[in-house]
T-cell receptor, first 112, second 111 residues
Framework: KNQVEQSPQSLIILEGKNCTLQCNYTVSPFSNLRWYKQDTGRGPVSLTIMTFSENTKSNGRYTATLDADTKQSSLHITASQLSDSASYICVVSAVGSYIPTFGRGTSLIVHP | KAGVTQTPRYLIKTRGQQVTLSCSPISGHRSVSWYQQTPGQGLQFLFEYFSETQRNKGNFPGRFSGRQFSNSRSEMNVSTLELGDSALYLC??????????FGPGTRLTVL
């Protein structure tokens, strides 16, 4: 069964600090992995997408890594800002499928 | 290019009523998927439409139905609303099998 597990479930950090969110998956055959940012009450917005051959992808202060061998991904946020407070969702797609598998997300709160 | 749009953005209904939500995909996208999102459950897949045909369906009761029109716009209908149907309903459109673009969602509250 395809599954995506994210940790931690929630995280509180101080503004300016760095943090790393984790994602483990069992989706097969693997096509790609996306990290989404979802502000409260809004739709998810894509941050990064990585395919099997990519192991690092950056988008400003967001850097995602992928280890396809261990089926793990991480999202690193550098110099956090108050606007980073949101839910971060890891989404993994299988080859040929229009229905990706979603993690339950990590809720990040950045305090001033 | 305009993004995915959903209407209405907010909706309040009472138990037993029915509701219809609308989604307009990105121009050229033929696949439209619907998701229910509740606190603690994450995104739950409802169904996916492609070229006016339901191609995939999640594990939701028959009260949840949908359709897609020839212009790829999609509607989702929930009949006999229950309190537990209160959620954020998200629509996502796709051009290819490996990427989805989400709309802002419709917040449904059932009283």
């Amino acid at each position: 069964k395809n599954q995506v597990e994210q940790s931690p479930q929630s995280l509180i950090i101080l503004e300016g600090k760095n943090c790393t969110l984790q994602c483990n998956y069992t989706v097969s055959p693997f096509s790609n992995l996306r990290w989404y940012k979802q502000d409260t009450g809004r739709g998810p917005v894509s941050l990064t997408i990585m395919t099997f051959s990519e192991n690092t992808k950056s988008n400003g202060r967001y850097t995602a890594t992928l280890d396809a061998d261990t089926k793990q991904s991480s999202l690193h946020i550098t110099a956090s800002q108050l606007s980073d407070s949101a839910s971060y969702i890891c989404v993994v797609s299988a080859v040929g499928s229009y229905i990706p598998t979603f993690g339950r997300g990590t809720s990040l709160i950045v305090h001033p | 290019k305009a993004g995915v749009t959903q209407t209405p953005r907010y909706l309040i209904k009472t138990r037993g009523q029915q509701v219809t939500l609308s989604c307009s995909p990105i121009s050229g996208h033929r696949s439209v998927s619907w998701y229910q999102q509740t606190p603690g459950q994450g995104l739950q897949f409802l169904f996916e439409y492609f070229s006016e045909t339901q191609r995939n369906k999640g594990n939701f009761p028959g009260r949840f139905s949908g359709r897609q029109f020839s212009n790829s716009r999609s509607e989702m209908n929930v009949s006999t609303l229950e309190l537990g149907d209160s959620a954020l309903y998200l629509c996502a459109s796709s051009l290819a099998a490996d990427e989805q673009f989400f709309g802002p969602g419709t917040r449904l509250t059932v009283l």
